[in-house]
T-cell receptor, first 115, second 111 residues
């Protein structure tokens, strides 16, 4: 079946502009995560959605970052007034729970370059 | 210090075994994961181990967990050039939904 998809694959923007990154999770997955992967760094957790519960926003680095998940499916990560340090790969994952634990399935990421 | 630590780079020859090591700091971790990231791609789950286990084998992959030392390793037998990628170790702590990742180990397999 289809995996997690993200769009755009690549985004180049100018400092100060707003950007929107989209994530389409695997159908039926109730959990959705956003991570940021900077050059030479591991994955930095940004935000987590689980069903209809209030999202866990504890990883968002500043109030310029926000995310929504509409209808429990598609999610959009918005970065306002982008800065050069926002340049990174933004990864989305959706989660499915088996009997024991939840497995996260990752999308290919959106590569953001802020000039 | 870092929550999850890995060596940054490992180089092996094709056909040899590769061992990628990881240390973590939170003793409440319930599950530990290994993910693989190929160039330009997202992360692919390779395997995971529950914290009350000390070994898990899956085809060419063997995961060893030393809970006392908080040390996790991934052994890849008969390493192939297609195994060249970045390997991430991640821990899931009790009571948390998110994973804490290491910075990744780049594995380079030469012919």
């Amino acid at each position: 079946g289809a995996g997690v998809s993200q769009s755009p694959s690549n985004k180049v923007t100018e400092k100060g502009k707003d950007v929107e990154l989209r994530c389409d999770p695997i159908s039926g997955h109730t959990a959705l995560y956003w991570y940021r992967q900077s050059l030479g760094q591991g994955l930095e957790f940004l935000i987590y959605f689980q069903g209809n519960s209030a999202p866990d926003k504890s990883g968002l680095p500043s109030d310029r970052f926000s995310a929504e998940r509409t209808g429990g499916s598609v999610s959009t990560l918005t970065i306002q007034r982008t800065q050069q340090e926002d340049s990174a790969v933004y990864l989305c994952a959706s989660g499915a729970r088996d009997k024991y634990q939840e497995t996260q399935y990752f999308g290919p990421g959106t590569r953001l370059l802020v000039l | 210090g870092e929550d999850v630590e890995q060596s940054l780079f490992l180089s092996v020859r094709e056909g040899d075994s590769s061992v990628i090591n990881c240390t973590y700091t939170d003793s409440s971790s319930t599950y530990l994961y290994w993910y693989k990231q190929e160039p330009g791609a997202g992360l692919q789950l390779l395997t995971y181990i529950f914290s009350n286990m000390d070994m898990k084998q899956d085809q060419r992959l063997t995961v060893l967990l030393n809970k006392k030392d908080k040390h996790l390793s991934l052994r890849i037998a008969d390493t192939q050039t297609g195994d060249s990628a970045i390997y991430f170790c991640a821990e899931k702590r009790s009571g948390y939904s998110t994973l804490t990742f290491g910075k990744g180990t780049m594995l380079l397999v030469s012919p």
